[in-house]
């Protein structure tokens, strides 16, 4: 950033330092009060304010402007008391074109083995733009209300959203005994407009759109806050639910919703075919700009609730729903520069610094720009204008060039071939299976190179993972530098060695006895954690939450997994197919996963975390079930589901799928013209049943 004087600096240079300045320190905001996870010390923050309060002091003409960007200094949001969901919130898959749809449709019929001929039908409404909310209510009465989080625990909004008028505080009519409704909070357009028109003038600033307004009124530690701003509220789905269901269908559950006193979204239809569906996306599309409130897209479902069981869900999304979205907004801006990053993988990412522009409401300063030859495929050069596009909440992209505004000495940008955090060579790797580079380009110095060491300690330590307070990304980066923590095991003797060191902890900058005290009893709650946080924290290429997961159903330890995956990089097939076989792992996230324990230095890591660290198994995903924890295979064609759907099944049952019969085996379901694989069990002296027995077994 400029150093120069605020008063050497022309109108125009001011606009652009003042907006940048604005965009980072609202994101240093953010990281700072909601996130607790601040990227830079207190004195350089204060700094950007300085520059900030200077510029805008030197030329007032910005202080209208003020009013069009994101909210600078956001008022600290503050602690709520945490909310588990009794049924996670997920989120939905996307689509973005009617050929999307329709292969969506295809997808599920696919999936349940139903005839072209016979009627599928789905719901569709409008997906409103809002934050999701989920209200227990138990014997009618409103118990608990709470954000969606991270779709496992969210926080306790109960006291704000019992300020929100159209959401009855006691079910009317037939309520079943405990009842989570779960909706979109939303502020009305017009609502929106009046409260900013109140902010300004109250001198205060504005929200950026009505989304960002709604979420900064329910997270509001003051319900009096919260009962001043205009929020409303829809309701399309469930959580949990007690006693018998009010319908068998979902366009029959969003009628009882409504019968209850809740309020419904009217523009909710069934539609019985592909054409109606999307008929009904273009009536919302059409109706858009007069609905009152925002919407960015259409929400389809299948409209028989037993089919969506069946359907089941796919890591963080139902099967049995998708949103199509609307076409992305765009907006032309400068490109003032190219970052490269590096993640924990060593992957150099290049990230393109924009002159701040509003994309569909959002103020956007930074775009991916994917990988090397997306730069060059698009020839986007350093000082052009480019086409800038934001979708829902995807990271913003650059679309192309603006050729015609090219200045005259922009040169074709060179992707760097050294690795910018340790100058080691980055190269791109030939893909084994095309023979073809791989897009990405990577720094070859694995942990030696600070970036990647670093950002892997983020990982590992990150709120998903080992989720240890007080080591937040400043702190990694602050004691990686004085060679403090170099490696995750280095966590967990922090305390002993600063108690034997001269150079203690506490009198670092930014500490304190009672911060570190904090912390170190922060690192010692985590010496045991669960094993699908153990795994997720390891930052295995690939392997993320859900699969993590899998993985810690499947093996039950890491002793098991280690012991399969290094037998599999020893080049054993049948190690390996035991990981191919577990639904969702594919021979990529297989490949990486047998790579990982294949590192010598990986292995001595993970023997010197376990000296310190006990993970914990996952509980069986329904211990009552008659299957869980067996190990089953599926042969011969199956009459009454697919075999897609019967893996599904048993999984959510608890057990492992396999797809080739050993001693291990305890289950084979035959159906008829079942082959080798009926001959292997009876070697094996397996169970062999029919798919009827399966289903009485599991009693569905
Ligand atoms: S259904 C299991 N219906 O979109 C599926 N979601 O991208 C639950 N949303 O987190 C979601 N309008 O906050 C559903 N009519 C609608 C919606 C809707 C908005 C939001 C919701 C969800 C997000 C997923």
Known sequence: MSKRLVDQLLPMEAHIEWRTLADEIAAHDIRYHQKDAPSISDAAYDALRQRYDALLAAFPELQKEATTIARVGAKPSEKFSKVRHAVPMLSLANTFSDEEVGEFVDRVRRFLDWPDSQELAFTAEPKIDGLSCSIRYENGVMKVAATRGDGEEGEDVTANVRTIRSIPHQLQGHAPDVIEIRGEVYMATEDFLALNARQEAEGKPPFANPRNAAAGSLRQLDPNITASRPLKFFAYAWGQIEGPMPSDTQSGMVLAFAAMGLPTNALTRRCASLSDMIAHYRLIEENRPTLGYDIDGVVYKVDDLALQQRLGFIA??????????????????????????????????????????????????????????????????IGDTVIVQRAGDVIPQIVSAVVEKRPADAKPYVFPHLCPACGSHAVRETDPKTGEPEAVRRCTAGLICPAQATERLKHFASRNAFD??????????????????????????????????????????????????????????????????????????????????????????IERLREVAVKASEDGEAAKAELTDIDGIGPIVAGSIVDFFGETHNLEELDALMTHVTPEPLQAVAAASPVSGKTVVFTGSLERMTREEAKAMAERLGAKVSGSVSKKTDLVVAGPGAGSKLEDARKHGVEVITEDEWFERVGK
Request: no cysteine; charged share 30%.
């Open 468 to 557: 240890i307070e007080g080591l937040g990304d400043k702190q990694i980066e602050g004691f990686y530098a004085d060679g403090l923590i170099t490696r995750p095991r280095d966590i967990f003797t922090l305390e002993e060695r600063d108690a034997h060191s001269l150079k203690k902890l506490k009198d670092r900058e930014g500490f304190g006895a009672l911060s570190v005290k904090k912390l170190f009893d922060a690192i010692s709650e985590r010496k045991s954690v669960t094993l699908n946080r153990f795994i997720f924290a390891l930052g295995i290429r690939h392997v993320g939450e859900t699969t993590a997961k899998q993985l810690a159903r499947h093996f039950g330890s």
């Open 316 to 381: 963080r999304s139902p099967r049995w729903a998708t949103a199509r979205k609307f076409p992305a907004e765009q907006a032309r801006t400068l490109l003032l520069g190219i970052d490269i990053q590096v993640g924990r993988t060593g992957a150099l990412t290049p990230v393109a610094k924009l002159h701040p522009v509003t994309v569909g409401g959002v103020v956007v300063s930074n775009a991916t720009l994917h990988n090397e030859d997306e730069i060059a495929r698009k020839d986007v050069r």
